[in-house]
């Protein structure tokens, strides 16, 4: 599967923005799906992950209860929407996908780039104070 993110801009601190990551090529549900941001200087960090079946979630303590990941198997998406949004928060943000089995939700979101299976280009976010 190949993730293509789309949504990302700037936005005023406590705004909100939708993140929308399009997968194509393999089947779509054979893979966990999950967002991962990196701000300047900084390393890449996990935010969200998602099961194939969006029944078990995992996030960062840094954005939970602020973001929420969910997807759409029938039109092959995966969405983080976020909220109460920080200047902290500013960050190239990647959609990426490992094949079911391999990890569960928390390691996804913990994994090194090099053990997942496809990333996005990323989308941009900056948050204004």
């Known amino acids: 599967v190949q993730p293509v993110e789309s949504g990302g801009g700037l936005v005023q601190a406590g705004g909100s923005l939708t993140l929308v990551c399009t997968g194509s090529?393999?089947?779509?549900?054979?893979?966990?799906m999950g967002w991962f941001r990196q701000a300047p200087g900084k390393e890449r960090e996990g935010v969200a992950c998602?099961?194939?079946?969006?029944?078990?979630?995992h996030y960062a303590g840094s954005v939970k209860g602020r973001f929420s990941i969910t997807r759409d198997n029938a039109k092959q998406t995966v969405t983080l929407q976020m909220s109460g949004l920080k200047p902290d928060d500013t960050a190239m943000y990647y959609c990426?996908?490992?094949?079911?089995?391999?990890?569960?939700?928390?390691?996804?979101?913990?994994?090194?780039?090099?053990?997942?299976?496809?990333w996005g280009q990323g989308t941009l976010v900056t948050v204004s104070s």
């Open positions: 090529g393999l089947k779509f549900d054979d893979y966990y």
């Open positions: 990426a996908a490992v094949h079911f089995g391999r990890f569960n939700t928390e390691e996804m979101c913990s994994a090194t780039p090099a053990d997942l299976d496809a």
């Open positions: 998602i099961t194939w079946s969006g029944y078990d979630t």
